[in-house]
């Protein structure tokens, strides 16, 4: 089956979680992607246990979830040679994905301006943590420094508490996402006009974006919104409630919704002035949650999820990771991959699309396991 990325030659420099998250989506969709490491090979390598292998520790699972299918080579970016091996792979590249700090490819002899004019087709991607401009623009960022700076560990925790991260890479995951969008912006440009692109993507630029309303909300009022548990700065409810046996998630997202909640638990009032409208009840929320914080208390979470199943009110329970992976809905939508060396890997999510679906482009690559076969099928001759 033909798949829409097939034929696109993919370099990739990138280590950690947001370039190699982008890079295995890309090659999901098609894209043969060329792994370069170090000798030691990716750090995330060793970032484990768990490992793949029990017996290897050179896989860890972390490397696992965002290297499936690539191939791998070993290149040392400080040795002449090598940097003329990645020249002569960079001829035969559609695209550069590199994440090093600024500056650090240049002093290599791959300044990505002079790239661009000995490749004018190439498209770049360049992921840093607060981009090639600016006064922080040779400061290294991870992941958790990020949701620090940009506000997130902020607005995420319990009120008055102490700052809370959120429990994956998120900034690095969106960035990955922003990544590949970006470079199939480029390669639809590139299409048009036979001119690739550079582009300057970081990780401090995605987490802004990612602050939506919560940053609009600033716009606004000029007001910096604090931490609010796991409740709504702009609905009301729409949060987590405890049943007499554990959590689960309400989510009313108009006054319709709201006012069935309300018929449900026999509590009209709790939806007539002033509390029929989302402003009302914002203004008011403590009255309202307190009241249903109360009534929820007095059955089980099944049974209110089945009842505002039955009303088409937004609902659900709290999984652990491994409930959510073995809920009905994840096995009818296949969203673990068997490979097929036997090992398990999360699904992409683009595996509907009706003419190209992503599908898994290979096994998790070895260190350097390709050497041979990259030099063959990329060479310049």
Sequence with gaps: MLRALDGLRILDLSRILAGPFATQVLSDLGADVVKVEPAWGDDTRNWGPPFVNLEDSTTSAYFASCNRGKRSIVLDLKNPDDVDTIRTLLSQADVLVENFRVGTLARMGLDPEQLMKEHSGLIICSITGFGQSGPRSKEAGYDVALQGMSGLMSITGIENGPPVKVGVAWIDVL????????????????????????????????????????????????????????AHPNIVPYQAFEGSNGW?????????????????????????????????????RDEIISSLAKIFLQQPIEDWLSLLKERGVPCAPIHSIGEAFQDDQSNARGAIWKLPDGSSSVANALRFMSATPASANGLIPSLDEHRDEILRDWSSE
């Excluded at 006009?193 to 974006?209: C, E, K, P």
């Design 175 to 230: 960035t990955g996402w922003t990544a590949v969008s970006g470079i199939l912006a480029a390669l639809h440009h590139r299409e048009r006009t036979g001119d690739g692109q550079w582009i300057d993507l970081s990780l401090f630029d995605v987490a802004l974006m990612s602050m939506v309303n919560q940053a609009q909300n600033w716009l606004v009022t000029g007001d910096s919104p604090g931490r609010m548990g796991h």
């Design 248 to 284: 689960f998630i309400l989510a009313t997202g108009n006054d319709a919704q709201h006012r069935l909640v309300c018929e449900m638990v026999d509590r009209v009032d709790l939806c007539q002035y002033p509390f029929d409208t989302n402003a009302g009840r914002l203004e008011y």
